[in-house]
């Protein structure tokens, strides 16, 4: 089994390029045809010209992120049929052109969410940052979501409330963009009053209900995966918590316990996200890693720093460089080897994609101004870190 080294790109025009990517190190391109409208079909043929274009530039297209489940699947809502059937035909599309990983998300509404782009990071550069008090302001106050005081608290309520009263008309825009505009391969750009409508919507979706859609999808859905030899790999919650008053159900290791026993087959895999999943204090990575290792298909490795309150069961946390905060990758990377040294003892000659997942701003990456979160040299920096420490992880599991 190899572990080939993956690079995030939005398409072409994405202002940190492929060849970027491949100075980098990497080999293998993480992407999807994001000008496609959620919920169609994915064409054979705008597959096949995507691939060409990065075959180009001597790397090849190797897992899909994401390929896109509306949130009329995600609620079984009218209309859920269709998507799914469309979802299928385009995993059979992408596994005709030998693409074999597929990432997707579960997340209602919002993918992953922060509430800063360009926070000035501990050690020089800048980095994102999901801020507590912040989002509770843009909830409470400028979303005036019912019922968004009481789920958040008097305390924190009141907090958020002289948070907002502190921001200045653009400080006011920015926020609301920087949550409504969607992130890079995130939801699509809202407005406050779509944001309303669409939580309407979602009146009475429990995690139960949640979990039955997803159930369902599953139920249809991986056993056409198996058929092409194709992973589809859940992404977890970012962050791990509900949101907006939105159950989350992939964000603790009894989550993916629950997801990995709806389906056995490999098409129902994880994408393990040691920056989402590390945000929650009570997720151990490392033994989440070792238990669920066999049916993981793609790896993001990043880390993040918690900012716990007291009074908040929802953290605060910022992206921090890829071997500091609160991930430790060192020890990830390690059962990462092992379960390497396992699948190649059964024979399993798959690659398992792992990328150096978000990135500080360092150097001139502001200047050049990338996608929120997806710089050049930062994440440049986090790939050549993890390099090394998968390097020394592997001479160290031989020599041992």
Not at 88 to 106: E, K, M, P, V
Not at 133 to 150: I, P, S
Not at 334 to 350: A, I, M, N, P
Request: with cysteine.
């Amino acid at each position: 089994m190899v572990l080939e080294q993956t690079w995030r790109w939005f398409g072409p025009e994405d202002r940190v390029t492929l060849r970027d990517a491949r100075e980098a190190g990497a080999t293998g391109i993480v992407t999807a045809l994001h000008e496609i409208p959620m919920g169609e079909v994915w064409p054979i043929e705008a597959i096949r010209k995507r691939q060409e274009l990065i075959r180009a530039a001597g790397l090849e297209w190797t897992v899909v992120e994401s390929l896109g489940v509306t949130e009329r699947m995600k609620m079984c809502a009218p209309g859920w049929q269709e998507d799914v059937e469309n979802f299928i035909q385009s995993i059979r599309h992408l596994a005709d052109c030998g693409i074999q990983t597929i990432a997707y998300n579960w997340m209602p509404l919002f993918s992953w969410t922060r509430t800063h782009l360009h926070e000035p990071a501990p050690g020089g550069g800048y980095t994102t940052r999901f801020d507590v008090v912040a989002f509770a302001a843009f909830d409470v106050y400028m979303l005036k979501r019912l019922g968004a005081e009481a789920e958040w608290g008097e305390d924190l309520s009141r907090e958020g409330l002289r948070y907002f009263k502190a921001l200045s008309p653009a400080q006011q825009d920015e926020l609301r963009a920087t949550i409504l505009d969607g992130l890079p391969g995130g939801h699509k750009k809202l407005t406050l009053e779509e944001t309303t409508e669409l939580l309407r919507s979602y009146e009475g979706i429990t995690p139960d209900a949640l979990r039955f859609s997803l159930a369902e999808f599953l139920r249809i859905v991986a056993p056409v995966a198996d058929e092409c030899d194709v992973r589809l790999c859940i992404h977890p919650d970012d962050p791990p918590r509900p949101l907006l008053g939105l159950p989350r159900i992939v964000s603790t290791a009894e989550d993916l316990r629950w997801i990995l026993g709806q389906y056995a087959g490999d098409a129902n895999s994880l994408t393990f996200c040691t920056g989402a999943l590390g945000v929650r204090a009570d997720n151990k990575l490392r033994e989440m890693v070792s238990e669920f290792a066999p049916r993981i298909g793609f790896l993001h490795l990043r880390s993040t720093q918690r900012e716990q309150r007291a009074d908040s069961a929802v953290e605060s946390f910022f992206e921090a460089a890829h071997l500091e905060g609160d991930a430790d990758l060192i020890s990830i990377i390690l059962e990462v080897v092992r379960e390497k040294y396992r699948r190649t003892s059964l024979g399993d000659q798959r690659s398992l994609p792992y990328r150096a997942d978000h990135g500080q701003e360092l150097l001139n990456d502001r200047e050049r101004g990338a996608a929120p979160g997806y710089p050049a040299v930062g994440r440049l920096r986090g790939l050549a870190e993890l390099r090394g420490a998968f390097m020394m992880a592997e001479r160290w599991m031989m020599e041992g």
